[in-house]
Nanobody, 121 residues
Framework: QVHLEESGGGSVQAGGSLTLSCTASGFSILVSSMHWFRQAPGRECEAISTIYKDGSPYYNDPAKGRFTVSQDKAKNTVYLQMNKLKFDDTAVYYC???????????????WGQGTQVTVSS
């Protein structure tokens, strides 16, 4: 059974850093691209980054220059290192094995439950 679990969220001051983890079970990240999304209150689910099966990264505009996605195949885990955090980065961050999303993040077992990131100005 597919299961994704995020961790590493928390509260941080603007300019600080956090590293999120997403541990997968029920499948191998070697055979699936993995995606990071986020959703702020009242806003649509927003794509952040993708790491492809070969380990190559892709960054959407909010992540460019500040975030780094990586993977540890032995731990079946993907990471999102977030630097220079801004108030507008405040959101619930999700990992997913599908790039498909609706207005809301989550909603299936291809998504994790999300982890809250709060950035204070």
């Amino acid at each position: 059974q597919v299961h994704l679990e995020e961790s590493g969220g928390g509260s941080v001051q603007a300019g600080g850093s956090l590293t999120l983890s997403c541990t997968a079970s029920g499948f191998s990240i070697l055979v699936s691209s993995m995606h990071w999304f986020r959703q702020a209150p009242g806003r649509e689910c927003e794509a952040i980054s993708t790491i492809y099966k070969d380990g190559s990264p892709y960054y959407n505009d909010p992540a460019k220059g500040r975030f780094t996605v990586s993977q540890d195949k032995a731990k079946n885990t993907v990471y999102l290192q977030m630097n220079k955090l801004k108030f507008d980065d405040t959101a619930v961050y999700y990992c997913s094995k599908t790039p498909v999303r609706g207005w809301s993040c989550g909603g299936s077992d291809e998504w994790g439950q999300g982890t809250q990131v709060t950035v204070s100005s």
